[in-house]
């Protein structure tokens, strides 16, 4: 099955991968640049045209699967990414694709053994894992590190660290609550 793989940003890198050959159809970036700076939905419709056009050449794509960015270093590059991001799920959504989020330093261990790599540690381990292509930027090369996880089978299933500290938190306020409510008995 074709996997769609997406590093969400203004210069949005995506991959094509074949999950059970780790054959790469297609791979880049699209600069999702608008004649207006001052309109900051103006590329929201540049991108469903990017992912309807690579749905076109492509067709049978079977999965979309997105770096999922738990916080930005700024709130406007936060909004930023979740007007995109929404853009990316409601398009898988009217595919009928299904869609998941692999979290950044999940991602960056997976491929450098460090969930805290730097860009260039990143585009270094992509470089050794692709040597056949040549990487455009950082955002083609965190395309590239989410199909590794494809290809490699990493389990989209599995609980994600973000899920484990929610989990972890109920956990602690739950006994919180119990202490307080034995405390009042």
């Given at each position: 099955m074709k996997v769609?793989?997406?590093?969400?940003?203004?210069?949005?890198g995506f991959s094509l991968v074949d999950?059970?050959?780790?054959?790469?159809?297609d791979s880049g970036t699209w600069e999702l640049k608008t004649p207006s700076k001052a309109d900051k939905y103006a590329k929201l419709p540049v991108l469903?045209?990017?992912?309807?056009?690579?749905?076109?050449?492509?067709?049978?794509?079977?999965?979309?699967?997105?770096?999922?960015?738990?916080?930005?270093?700024?709130?406007?590059?936060?909004a930023s990414y979740s007007r995109l991001l929404a853009v990316c799920l409601l398009w898988a959504i009217d595919t009928k694709l299904?869609?998941?989020?692999?979290?950044?330093?999940?991602?960056?261990?997976?491929?450098?053994?460090?969930?805290?790599?730097?860009?260039?540690?990143?585009m270094a381990a992509m470089r050794v894992r692709y040597p056949q292509i040549t990487l455009i930027d950082d955002n083609h090369a965190d395309a590239l590190a989410i199909c590794a996880c494809v290809t490699d089978k990493f389990d989209l299933a599995a609980p994600t660290l973000k899920a484990m500290r929610k989990q972890a938190k109920r956990v602690?306020?739950?006994?919180?609550?119990?202490?307080?409510?034995?405390?009042?008995?």
């Open positions: 769609l793989t997406i590093d969400i940003s203004a210069h949005f999950d059970q050959t780790g054959q790469i159809f469903r045209e990017c992912l309807n056009q690579l749905y076109a050449q492509h067709g049978d794509i079977g999965r979309v699967v997105y770096e999922d960015v738990e916080f930005s270093t700024t709130q406007l590059a936060h299904p869609y998941s989020g692999i979290e950044v330093a999940a991602i960056k261990k997976h491929v450098t053994g460090a969930g805290n790599a730097d860009k260039e540690a990143v602690k306020s739950a006994k919180k609550n119990a202490k307080a409510a034995l405390a009042v008995a």
